[in-house]
């Protein structure tokens, strides 16, 4: 029937197989005007002067507006880790007087086609008085603004006596560890369509994603609209990955071109646009001190580390560095901890989050402090590990720091009995031995691996409206998002389990504003639990009412009586309740609340071969053991972990953003930002648990949708150590074949 | 507007079909804005990610990399006509059971690239597959279940020869 546990095929792939998808460029509305966005050339600078009057006799041309135009809309607000000090660096949605990175939106032109809109748009002229841009995080702060200081903001965790902790230690480790400047890039770049509706006297937003609930309450805010006169409308979303869909200037100024003008305005990003103007991510330098005690068991670490924010402070304010402090000990003891994390503006393109925020960075740091302990204890790099794992009967484990404003509990784990199934199920000897024989006969292949601690379901909570028809269609209305992940087979699987129907009866809307009252969208890992839950709470309370109709029906013991069993049929039965309810058909609704996240964890295996010549590095194998509570559609959750762990490897070889001295991106296409391609990623092994279901949601379920990614830099930089036999310490992603090369030449010569 | 334009002739999924384009614009751009067939997507429009492939006269070819002048005369074949009706072909079936899509944008660029290469004379091998795909990008699905979608349809299709031993 299509329930829980059932690798069914999903509801969404039809029109998508087909041609028939509707992505943000696919809306056309008629009479639309199209949107082109003048980006800065300069990476700082103080404008002196923007000259718009060519643009504005160019053919076709209806609109050229500067930061003067639209001076009275404030700057873009955070959705969530707002924290003291962060308002003054928001971003405006024209500049303001200055420019601060290179892509960031001086002027906009609206013409009556996207073609006439781009010629019009280069001959806007911005004279701009170059400054000297800040490239990196880590220098002493400078100047933002008169009285503000590039360091917006610092976050603080901590648990433990730190002091006791190195006061006792037989070894002192200090590192310094990055992770380089890499986001997201869903193949679909960003899209915003505003369409004044005069019919509806609302205005409305299409080609919306991830949480259209919560941009509908800032955009409205920021034009100054009643929420009721504005919806958004999601359609189909061609990836998400954290950085899609969170609001924009270009989101904005779309909306607001629609409003003014009352007519519809397209606005379609180009690749160049997307790599230079979407958020960046992770950027982060650590430096690390671990006390560790004879036997190599961590007893603190205290870190340091610097987030390059780039030019403004966006939607996610201090997220991803809450989060790399709050998850950073993962799955080990680590009795003390502090982490001080310097939040710091540079003149590059603003960051934010990207699958595994925080995590990826975080698990980098953690794991290759282990290895670090390992290789200079002479101890293997699964045993240093296996001594510092939190032990099964300490959860749940409450870890002493907060993220994402909750608690962070270790709700369910076997830490040490998923690294054993990993170690059995690659039979982790074998492998071993075949490796080395491989190295002694010439080659430099190596195994690494890392462990993780992911986490997921964010409340605080998530709605859901289920009705079924007389025809027995069941339509479920949430206001969670759909990012391409399978919302919608999921959410259908979960009521079909409950109500016994095909998940094929069962329709999912998702992301319309108009249809439900408050949504909280797609991050975080966060739909299955948090959505699963209210989904299955409805359909509980309205099988509740079905079987208490079918007693009633039948005058028969509702003790006794399933619903495939009592010979009605569901549509009869929930009509024979909607008019006792004298209502169209029967509803429920239901609200699953939480205050704590759920957390999944796993390992990461990598196996890579360095050519020896060329310095090229190849994953030839890639495990990811990973428990994720329960399965609600195991092919989709392998489906999860294979697009991260991709995206992982790309992060750790590959894909780089890299500036000039003056803050010029050099990573502004696909031929200079690497993305990988079936060439550089095997076929990715995955061995998923369901050992630890979590205990504080109905279904037991956690977030599998970036326990794929988490660990790969930490597993791949150990696996190419091994390959190179620990000649070297890896100490920065991406490893490119020419920062390989520098460092082993740097170790012989040594 | 004053730019002129050029009528182009040519039959797309079996129809003939004419468009009034200016010369400057793309393939891809006359095939979503003035035949209306969206299927086809623009994911970088500088001729890497592949996801705007289609077939010009047999051959894979990136549509925001020729304009719509040049296929003047051209048999065109797009996404939108893989299926046959209701009946959706091996590949596109094999891309649904085996789980090939998550969001689905680069979609009809893998299933034009592997429909060219399944229809060549030469097996399909898994090198030869590998070699072929790498030429576009997907980010959803770390290539892993495309890879087993194609396979799949080319054991279906009776295209698949098993790699010589190395």
Known sequence: MGGIGRSVTRLEDPPLLRGQGRFAADIRFPGELHMRVVRSPIAHGRILEIDTADALDSPGVVAVWTGADVAEIPPIDFRQMRIPGLGDYRQPILAQGM????????????????????????????????????MTAVQSPGEFAPGLT???????????????????????????????????????????IGYWNADLNRLEMHGASKVPHANRLAIAKMLSLPPEQFHLFEGHVGGGFGIRGEVYPEDVLACLAALRL????????????????????????????AAVDANGVVLGIEDEFFVDQGGYVRTHASTVTDLTAGMLPGPYRVPAFAATGHIRLTNKTPAGTYRAPGRYEGTFVRERLMDHVADRLGLDRVEIRRRNLIPAEQIPFRRGLDALGTEVVYDSADFAGLLAKLEAGVDLPALEATLAARRAAGEKVGLGLAYFVEKSGLGPFDDVIITIAATGAVEIVTGAASVGQGVETVMAQVAASVLGVAHTDCTV??????????????????????????????????????????????????ASI????????????????????????????????????????????????????????????????????????????????????????????????????????????????????????????????????????????????????TAAGAAIASAIENAIQYRINIAQLPVTPARLR????????S | MSEPKVTVCCTVNGQKVEADVVPRMSLADMLREELHLTGTHLGCEHGVCGACTIIVNGAPVRSCLMFGIQAEGAEIRTVEGLADGDTLSPLQRAFWEKHGLQCGFCTPGFLMLATWMLE????????????????????????????????????????????AAA
């Open chain 1, 742 to 749: 520098s460092m082993l030449q740097q170790a012989s010569g």
């Open chain 1, 562 to 709: 399933t619903l495939d069993g009592c010979g009605i049929p569901l549509g009869e039965l929930a009509a024979a309740c909607a008019a006792d309810d004298g209502t169209p058909a029967l509803t429920a609704e239901a609200s699953f609340t939480t205050d704590h996240m759920t957390y999944p964890y796993g390992v990461h295996l990598a196996v890579v071969r360095v050519d020896a010549e060329t310095f090229g590095m190849v994953v030839e194998r890639f495990v990811v053991a990973f428990d994720v509570g329960r399965s609600v559609n195991p092919m989709l959750v392998e489906g999860q972990i294979h697009g991260g762990a991709a995206q992982g490897i790309g992060g750790a070889l590959f894909e780089e953003f890299i500036y000039s001295e003056d803050g010029q991106p050099l990573s502004a296409s696909f031929a200079d930002y690497l993305m990988p391609t079936l060439n550089e990623v095997p076929m990715v092994e995955s061995l998923v648990l369901e050992d630890a279901p979590s205990p504080i949601n109905p279904l037991g379920v956690k977030g599998a949708g970036e326990g794929g990614i």
């Open chain 2, 120 to 163: 060549q004379p030469e097996p399909v091998t898994e090198e030869r597959l590998r070699h072929v795909l790498s030429s576009n990008l997907c980010r959803c699905t770390g290539y892993t279940n495309i890879v087993r979608a194609v396979t799949a349809a080319a054991k279906e299709m009776g295209k698949w020869a098993e790699s």
């Open chain 1, 509 to 558: 809307v998702h992301g319309q504003t108009d249809r439900i009252a408050r949504g909280m969208g797609a991050f975080a890992s966060r739909v299955t639990v948090m959505t699963g839950a209210a989904v299955t709470m409805a359909a509980e309370k309205l099988k509740e009412r079905l079987l208490a109709k079918a007693a009633q029906l039948l005058q028969g013991d509702r």
């Open chain 1, 262 to 289: 009352k007519r519809p305005v397209k606005w379609i990003e180009d690749r160049k646009e997307h790599l230079l103007a979407a958020n960046h991510s992770r950027d982060q330098l650590h430096r690390l001190r």
């Open chain 1, 99 to 134: 420019v601060r990175y290179v892509g960031e939106p001086v002027a906009i032109v609206i013409a009556d086609s996207p073609y006439a809109a781009e010629d019009a748009a280069e001959l806007v002229f911005a004279d701009i008085e170059e400054l000297d841009p800040v």
């Open chain 1, 150 to 192: 590039t360091e917006a903001g610092v976050v603080r965790k901590s648990y433990g006596d730190l002091p006791a902790a190195f006061a006792a230690a037989a070894h002192v480790f200090e590192l310094e560890l990055g992770v380089g400047r890499h986001t997201g890039v869903p193949m679909e770049t960003r899209g915003a």
